[in-house]
C-alpha cells in the first residue's frame, strides 16, 4: 500500500547509512540488503520518501521496475568484483585497502563512456575549460557544480561517476563565466544543455545565476535543462518552497526569446502516474517551456514494447514530446542491463507500430556513441541498417551505413562494418571505435 506524500513534504534524500531505517520501514530480503550496502561503495546509491512511497510497489520486489531502476541488485557487478568487495566488508572506506580495491573497480567499469573526459573537453591556452564538454558543432554540454547529484540515482546512469566523490572523475563548472566567454568564441553554438547531475536540485536562484548570463549571448537561441525531476521528485515544480521562483525563472527563458527546453527522463510509464507528476508537468508547460522524453531500454525496467507505447502515450497526453529511446551505455553495470541491439530494434518497431501520428515524434534505438548519435533503423539474422542522427563531423549526419553483427551484439563495438563502407565513414569510425572496423 502506498502512503500518499502529503503537499508540503520537505525533499530528504536517503543514501547508505539510512539503508537500516529504509529496511525498517519496508521489507528487502536480506541478499538484496547486503547488495545495496557493499554494492553502493562503488556504485552510487540514493533515494527520496517520494521514490519509495509513491514508485515503489513493494509487494513486487524484487522485480519491481522502480525498484530495480533505484537500488542497486545482484547480477550488477561481476563475480570478481562482488568477491573483491564482500572480502573487504566490516572496514572502513577510508582504509586504504577498501579505497584501492574500490577505484581499481571503478576503473574497470569504463567510467567516462564516448570520449567524455578526452575528446570532448574544450580546451583554451592548453589548459581544459571546467565542467563544459562540446561534442557537437552546435551543442555545448554545461556541468554547474550545485547540480552534481541528483534526487535519486538511476541504477544504469552513464554519469554514475559524477557521483562517487571522486574529482577526478567529476566534471564541474563554478560559474557560467567560462562558458559565456567560449560562447562568444564560438558563435556557431546555439544550444546548451545544462546537465549532471541534475540542475533541478539547485536552489531557483542558483540555477539563475548560471542561466542569466546566458541570455546576453545574442547568438545562443536553446537552452535544454536535463532532468529527471518530474519522475523522482516533482514537488520540485508544485510544492517546494521556491517552486514558484524556478518557474518563473523558465518564463523569463522563454520571454527572451529563447527555446527553453526541459529534456525529461522517464523511464517507465510508472513514473507518470502519479497526481504530482502530471501538476509538475502542467506547470512547467505553463512557462512557455517544451518537455522532451527520452530514456534508454534497460533489461529489467522496461524491455517491453507495452512498457513504451504505454510511456509514449502518457507523454503525449501530457502535452509532452516523445524524443529519444535510447540503448543503455557500455558503462557501469552494462552486463546488468544491456539489451541485445536486434531485440531493441524489435522492442522498439513494436511499440512504434502502436502510436497515434503525434507521438511518433520518438526515435530508437539510438546509441550515443564516440562519433556520434546513432540509431538502429533495422535488424535481422546479424545484419543491421544504421544511420547518423548526430555526429562529431556534421558531414556524416544521416549517413546511412550497413554493419554485421551477432545476435548477442548491444553496442556498436560488437559490430563490424560492411566492406564496402565509405572510407570517411571508416575512418571516423575507427578513430574512436577501433573494434568495428577491425
Not at 570532448?120 to 550545485?146: C, M, W
Not at 566534471?171 to 553554438?189: N, S
Not at 521556491?242 to 527522463?265: K, Y
Request: glycine share 6%; with cysteine.
Amino acid at each position: 500500500m502506498h502512503r500518499t506524500i502529503e503537499s508540503g513534504t520537505r525533499f530528504r534524500a536517503f543514501g547508505p547509512r539510512q539503508l537500516d531505517e529504509i529496511v525498517r520501514r519496508y521489507p528487502m530480503a536480506a541478499e538484496v540488503r547486503d547488495t545495496v550496502r557493499i554494492f553502493s561503495r562503488v556504485l552510487p546509491f540514493r533515494i527520496n520518501e517520494y521514490v519509495l512511497d509513491e514508485l515503489i510497489d513493494w509487494s513486487r520486489i524484487p522485480e519491481d521496475p522502480i525498484f530495480q531502476l533505484v537500488f542497486p541488485q545482484p547480477g550488477m557487478l561481476s563475480g570478481e568484483h562482488a568477491a573483491a568487495l564482500r572480502a573487504l566488508d566490516g572496514r572502513a572506506d577510508a582504509d586504504p585497502a577498501v579505497a584501492a580495491v574500490v577505484r581499481r573497480i571503478r576503473a574497470e567499469l569504463n567510467p567516462h563512456p564516448g570520449g567524455q573526459l578526452d575528446l570532448n573537453v574544450p580546451h583554451r591556452d592548453g589548459a581544459a575549460i571546467p565542467g563544459l564538454q562540446h561534442k557537437y558543432r552546435e551543442t555545448v554540454l554545461y556541468f554547474p557544480s550545485q547540480g552534481q547529484t541528483c534526487h535519486a540515482y538511476c541504477t544504469y546512469c552513464f554519469r554514475w561517476a559524477q557521483f562517487v566523490g571522486d574529482a577526478d572523475l567529476r566534471f564541474a563548472a563554478p560559474g557560467p563565466d567560462a562558458l559565456v566567454r567560449y560562447l562568444r568564441e564560438h558563435p556557431e553554438v546555439n544550444d546548451v544543455l545544462v546537465t549532471g547531475g541534475d540542475p533541478a536540485v539547485m536552489s531557483a536562484d542558483r540555477l539563475r545565476a548560471h542561466l542569466q548570463p546566458l541570455l546576453a549571448v545574442p547568438t545562443l537561441r536553446v537552452i535544454r535543462i536535463g532532468t529527471k525531476a518530474p519522475a523522482y521528485w516533482p514537488q520540485r515544480f508544485v510544492t517546494d518552497p521556491d517552486a514558484d521562483d524556478l518557474l518563473r525563472l523558465f518564463s523569463e527563458v522563454v520571454e527572451s526569446g529563447r527555446t527553453l527546453a526541459v529534456m525529461a527522463h522517464f523511464s517507465h510509464d510508472h513514473e507518470l502516474a502519479s497526481p504530482m507528476a502530471k501538476k509538475a508537468i502542467s506547470r512547467i508547460r505553463s512557462t512557455g517551456a517544451v518537455i522532451y522524453c527520452q530514456a534508454p531500454l534497460i533489461a529489467h525496467v522496461n524491455d517491453d514494447p507495452d512498457v513504451w507505447s504505454s510511456l509514449w502515450r502518457a507523454e503525449i497526453a501530457a502535452g509532452c514530446v516523445p524524443y529519444y529511446l535510447f540503448v543503455a551505455r557500455d558503462t557501469g553495470p552494462h552486463d546488468y542491463f544491456r539489451v541485445p541491439l536486434e531485440r531493441a530494434s524489435e522492442i522498439f518497431a513494436e511499440a512504434y507500430r502502436r502510436l497515434p501520428g503525434l507521438a511518433r515524434t520518438v526515435r530508437g534505438p539510438v546509441m550515443s556513441t564516440e562519433a556520434g548519435k546513432v540509431v538502429v533503423d533495422g535488424a535481422s539474422g546479424g545484419s543491421f541498417q544504421l544511420r547518423f542522427l548526430q555526429a562529431r563531423d556534421p558531414e556524416l549526419v544521416g549517413r546511412p551505413f550497413r554493419a554485421h553483427g551477432s545476435a548477442d551484439a548491444a553496442w556498436i563495438t560488437d559490430l563490424t562494418l560492411h566492406p564496402d563502407s565509405p572510407a570517411d565513414l571508416r575512418r571516423a569510425l575507427a578513430h574512436t571505435e577501433a573494434e568495428l572496423t577491425a
